[in-house]
């Protein structure tokens, strides 16, 4: 299917960040207030997000089998659940004018596949590519916290047991922390990075403080008439 290109009317905006950094809680939080303020605000989730995109994301975190999953296959099961949903979900939002939240993107493959799981920036950007064609963020924040603390915040989760990539060692949530300070600073048009460590409320005025400059033009939350906002 053919997707946008970067003349739609909407606004995508990803979360990113480690296990437990508070991208969920944050997400709901600007969606709340971007929906009080007249925008369509459609959230969506990765792994997952749809169907197709469920069943994926139950292979790829919770299946009995998935402990003797190569990287390649995870790769390229990750990119299938996002080729679903850009094409099913984000793009007829985009098209629409709605603000899109997602809760992870194509940044996550670049962090945990290419750099924590070293299948290199080649092959990964590659594939993302093909899986989302043009459909960009317009901007990405990653919620950046030690991982001690990411690895606090997952253990005190209660009742859930934890899944594939939660039950990773120390290292590998290392190398998926500075994956993403890496690759945020190389890109400082497109990133926002937020010391997830502050609380709650901290956070969310940041969050908002920094997407007003860069998107929504020092409005308070409400859509001014003709204006999409988009940077690109
Ligand atoms: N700023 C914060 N300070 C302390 N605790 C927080 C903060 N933000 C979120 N939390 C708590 O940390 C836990 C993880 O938050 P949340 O589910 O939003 O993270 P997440 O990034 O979506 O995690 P995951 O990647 O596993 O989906 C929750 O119990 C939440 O209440
Ligand atoms: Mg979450």
Do not use: C
């Not at 609380?199 to 969310?204: N, T, V």
């Amino acid at each position: 299917m053919a997707l946008p290109n970067t003349q739609h009317t909407g606004i995508l905006i990803s979360f990113e960040g480690s296990e437990g950094s508070g991208k969920t809680t944050q997400i709901t939080r600007l969606g709340g207030r971007l929906a009080k303020g007249g925008y369509e605000i459609v959230t969506t989730r990765e792994p997952g997000g749809t169907k197709i995109g469920e069943q994926v994301r139950e292979i790829l975190l919770h299946n009995s089998g998935g402990d003797g999953m190569f990287a390649e296959t995870e790769l390229l099961l990750f990119a299938a659940a996002r080729a679903q949903i850009v094409r099913e979900t984000i793009a007829p939002a985009l098209l629409r004018g709605a603000v899109v939240l997602s809760d992870r993107y194509l940044d996550s493959s670049t962090v945990y596949q290419g750099i924590a799981r070293n299948l290199g920036k080649g092959p990964v950007n590659e594939i993302n590519r093909f899986a989302v064609g043009a459909v960009m963020p317009d901007v990405t924040v990653v919620i950046d916290v030690p991982t001690k603390v990411s690895i606090e915040r997952i253990s005190k989760r209660k009742g859930a047991r934890p899944d594939r990539m939660e039950r990773e060692n120390i290292g590998f949530y290392e190398k998926v922390r500075d994956g993403y300070l890496v690759l945020a600073k190389g890109l400082p048009e497109r990133f926002v990075v937020v010391d997830g460590t502050q609380s709650e409320d901290a956070i969310e005025a940041e969050i908002w403080s920094a997407l007003q400059a860069r998107l929504f033009n020092g409005e308070q939350a409400g859509r001014q008439s003709g204006q999409g906002g988009a940077a690109e």
